[in-house]
């Protein structure tokens, strides 16, 4: 009897000291993945991250292919995205949806500024043409319309002027604002739009009676990123004159395209090339606003926005173009 009862205290203490052990023991993370569902385009690729060490498999491979979470689109359709934890334990998936997507044409199409038409804007592949109209609540109201086509090669602008709402045409300068390289980290001025990442400013007047051409003096952003006001000089340098962009790169003096006057619009075409001498440019994208003043007053802005009581001015963040090629 006295053995039963030992035994009996034994098999307790061990059932105890069993239970402890479990309950030290570090529990599993439930596996879970930072993305459920996206979209991509044909070509295009989205990493997605397992909050434990996973397997990956497509269920599709034909639409979607997936390495270390890296998920390719191979062709339109849709495919689950699955990712294995352990012996199978735990299981996790994403639903991708690959779609089409937009593809350059053949022959990438380039604008002639020297034809005296504008017929060959209408023959532009539309997505890849950037536009911007002037609403009728704006504040400023000088700027009644652009557009924006980019290739390798060159920076195509159309802009129409609303030449009521511009009184003294003597010497009216039109700015060209470009975050060229399609970051917010370089570049500032923050006046004329939300985002503050202008690299470049292009300047010159354009108005006799009409419109003239556009050959202007091209300006690097020198100051700190976001700020506003343009530095004529490097700040680190104030007596190198190598770096001092508008006096010895001013007008004239850095062709960067040519420009015409035809039925109301102007054509202005920048050439990339020289632009990128000055900064750095993206290969795939760039952001680009337009200013045209009076008395050094704003008088047309576009990009704009309606001026409300939520946003005076109604100030917007710049045009992003995609570049044809």
């Given at each position: 009897?006295?053995?039963?009862k030992?035994?009996?205290?034994v098999?307790?203490?061990?059932t ?16 879970a ?15 997605l991250?397992?909050n ?10 034909a ?15 849709e ?15 994403c ?5 089409k ?39 400023l ?7 924006v ?8 602008i ?11 045409l ?10 060229i ?54 700040p ?53 606003g ?23 001015g ?12």
């Open positions: 009897m006295k053995a039963n030992f035994m009996a205290v098999l307790a203490a061990l105890v000291g069993f239970v402890a052990c479990k309950k030290d023991e570090p529990q599993v993370d439930k596996l993945l930072d993305k459920t569902e996206v979209s991509i385009a044909v070509g295009e690729t989205v990493q991250t397992a434990l060490e996973v397997a990956w498999a497509s269920s599709n491979e639409v979607a292919t997936v390495e270390a979470g890296l998920v390719k689109g191979i062709a339109e359709g495919a689950n995205i699955i990712a294995t934890y352990g012996n199978a334990d735990q299981t996790a998936m639903k991708v949806t690959v779609t997507g937009s593809t350059p044409p053949a022959e990438i199409p380039e604008i002639d500024v020297t034809d005296g038409s504008l017929a060959d804007w209408d023959a532009l592949p539309a997505e890849y043409v950037v536009s911007a109209v002037c609403p009728e609540g704006a504040a109201l000088g700027l009644k319309s652009v557009k086509y980019a290739t390798e090669m060159y920076i195509n159309l802009v129409e002027p609303n030449m009521d709402d511009i009184q003294d003597s010497w009216v300068p039109f700015h060209v604002y470009l975050d390289d399609n970051s917010d980290e370089t570049g500032g001025y923050g006046d004329e739009f939300t985002d503050a990442n202008t690299d470049i400013l292009c300047e010159t007047a354009v108005f006799a009676d009409e419109p003239i051409a556009y050959n202007p003096a091209v300006f690097k952003w020198w100051g700190e990123v976001g700020g506003s006001g343009w530095e004529w000089t490097d680190a340098n104030p007596g190198d004159e190598s770096n001092f962009w508008g006096a010895i790169i001013g007008e004239g003096q850095l062709p960067v395209g040519n420009s015409q006057y035809v039925d109301g619009k102007f054509e202005i075409q920048l050439l990339r090339e020289l632009l990128g001498t000055v900064h750095p440019m993206s290969e795939e994208a760039f952001g680009i337009f200013d045209i003043q009076q008395n050094w007053s704003s008088v047309g802005i576009l990009p704009i926005g309606e001026d409300t009581e939520e946003n005076p109604g100030h917007v963040a710049k045009l992003k173009v995609r570049i044809c090629k």
